[in-house]
């Protein structure tokens, strides 16, 4: 069974500061890797995913993630960290190449950007 | 616009009524699913239904029972309400045929209560 382990409940960092939410994963053969995000009240929003390629994936609003197959990770990370990027983070994966496999989640990161 | 829509967004109702909660995507996708959002904003995948069939469909009580009339709607009836029913609820609709690199688009979700 495939399974997302995200191993901070919450991150602290101050704006201007890079930031880092961490992930790991566990699925059976190639790994198709994403990262949401999920404001107050709202739905979740994509914000990047890996395939294939380049282990550095770059997405929205200045956020990147890096694959790194070794320690079956998926950290997402950005540089300068704002306010507005207070939310709640999933990682998420599915394996293998269907896409009527289930995508599951990790339980997700509560990001605190203070001023 | 496009987008998942759901309806209701909020839905109060006591323990052993029947509700339900409707969804539509106008983004012309094949496969719709349900998750479950609890109050530890763990995210659950309850059912996935492609072009109308069920596909996926989780440990979840018969209590819950999926509809859907066309690909592009996607109902989600509860019977007997239980305290523990009290939830949110996200619809998600994917092209699932575009192979396991799919994103999922999300409707804003519809907050359960159940007194």
């Known amino acids: 069974a495939q399974s997302v382990a995200q191993p901070e409940d919450q991150v602290n960092v101050a704006e201007g500061n890079p930031l880092t939410v961490k992930c790991t994963y566990s699925?059976?053969?190639?790994?198709?890797l994403f990262w949401y995000v999920q404001y107050p009240n709202r739905g979740l929003q994509f914000l990047l995913k890996y395939i294939t390629g380049d282990n550095l994936v770059k997405g929205s609003y200045g956020f990147e993630a890096e694959f790194n197959k070794s320690q079956t990770s998926f950290h997402l990370k950005k540089p300068s960290a704002l306010v507005s990027d207070s939310a709640l983070y999933f990682c998420?994966?599915?394996?293998?190449?269907?896409?009527?496999?289930?995508?599951?989640f990790g339980k997700g990161t509560m990001l605190l950007v203070s001023p | 616009d496009t987008a998942v829509s759901q309806t209701p967004k909020y839905l109060v109702t006591q323990m052993g009524n029947d509700k339900s909660i409707k969804c539509e995507q106008n983004l012309g996708h094949d496969t719709m699913y349900w998750y479950k959002q609890d109050s530890k904003k763990f995210l659950k995948i309850m059912f996935s239904?492609?072009?109308?069939?069920?596909?996926i469909n989780e440990t979840v009580p018969n209590r819950f029972s999926p509809k859907s009339p066309d690909k592009a709607h996607l109902n989600l009836h509860i019977n007997s309400l239980e305290l523990g029913d009290s939830a949110v609820y996200f619809c998600a609709s994917t092209q699932a045929s575009n192979s396991g690199a799919n994103v999922l688009t999300f409707g804003a979700g519809s907050r359960l209560t159940v007194l």
């Open positions: 699925v059976s053969g190639n790994p198709y």
């Open positions: 239904y492609n072009n109308k069939e069920l596909i």
């Open positions: 998420a994966v599915r394996g293998g190449n269907s896409g009527y496999s289930t995508l599951t």
